[in-house]
């Protein structure tokens, strides 16, 4: 059975750096695109970060140069280091492992880990 368990958020102050694990179970996450999605309170949910399974990176405009991600291979995790955070990035955090091949799409989520940014 395939679970993505995602840990690290919490209460952090302005400015503040907090950091996100997504640890998966059930499938090897190198061979897997894995996104970092945020859902604020009454928003839409955003993807913040992508790493692909070649380690490509990509950061959504609001997170460039606060936010990195990383792969850790023996632990299997994807890591999302947050930098210099504001009262904007308090949200619902979620990592997403996707992989699509000629004949078969797999997408699998974790349940989310809440960030509050906050005096």
């Known amino acids: 059975q395939v679970q993505l368990v995602e840990s690290g958020g919490g209460l952090v102050q302005p400015g503040g750096s907090l950091k996100l694990s997504c640890a998966a179970s059930g499938i090897i996450l190198g061979i897997y695109d894995v996104n970092w999605y945020r859902q604020g309170l009454g928003k839409q949910r955003e993807l913040v970060a992508s790493?692909?399974?070649?380690?490509?990176?990509a950061f959504s405009d609001s997170v460039k140069g606060r936010f990195t991600i990383s792969r850790d291979h023996t632990k299997n995790t994807v890591d999302l280091r947050m930098n210099i955070l504001t009262p904007e990035d308090t949200a619902v955090y979620y990592c997403?492992?996707?992989?699509?091949?000629?004949?078969?799409?797999?997408?699998?989520w974790g349940q989310g880990t809440q960030v509050t940014v906050s005096l």
């Open positions: 790493i692909t399974s070649f380690c490509d990176t």
């Open positions: 997403n492992a996707h992989r699509a091949t000629w004949n078969r799409v797999d997408d699998y």
